[in-house]
């Protein structure tokens, strides 16, 4: 895999979740949190939409630009306090569903193509 199409797939994650959360944030909101922590009010649906814009303008963003081996490690570096959000907010305190740990699997899917981008990108010695 090149360092371009691990970009994509990076680009992917936030386009695809962030256009979801952007466009249909009730529907996030019904699916990715647990009765005892879901609220789908007006509020909540704007804050979850406020969200999914910021995703998406991440991910044009991220197209637009040739990303280097420390982009890609620091991209990959910042994704793990997202890894502990994730187990803490699922089997600690019960926030997220099974469905709303769809975040989980972007952020893996985004950690694993930042390693792959990082190294496509890495400075090689000479030989």
């Known amino acids: 895999m090149t360092a371009r199409v691990a970009q994509l797939y990076i680009s992917a994650v936030f386009l695809i979740l962030g256009g979801w959360a952007l466009f249909f944030p009730g529907h ?11 609220e789908n009010s007006f509020e909540t649906r704007f804050i979850m939409a406020c969200f999914g814009a ?14 280097s081996a420390r982009t890609f490690l620091v991209f990959a570096v910042l994704l793990l306090p997202f890894f502990w959000f994730n187990y803490h907010f699922h089997y ?6 099974t469905y709303g740990m769809i975040d989980f699997a972007g952020n893996l899917t985004m950690f694993i193509a930042s390693l792959i981008g990082w190294n496509a990108t890495r400075p090689r010695p000479q030989s």
């Open 28 to 38: 996030v909101i019904d699916l990715g949190f647990t009765d005892a922590y879901r």
């Open 54 to 67: 910021q995703a998406v303008l991440f991910g044009i963003v991220s197209l637009a630009v040739r990303w």
């Open 92 to 97: 600690v305190v019960p926030v997220l569903t």
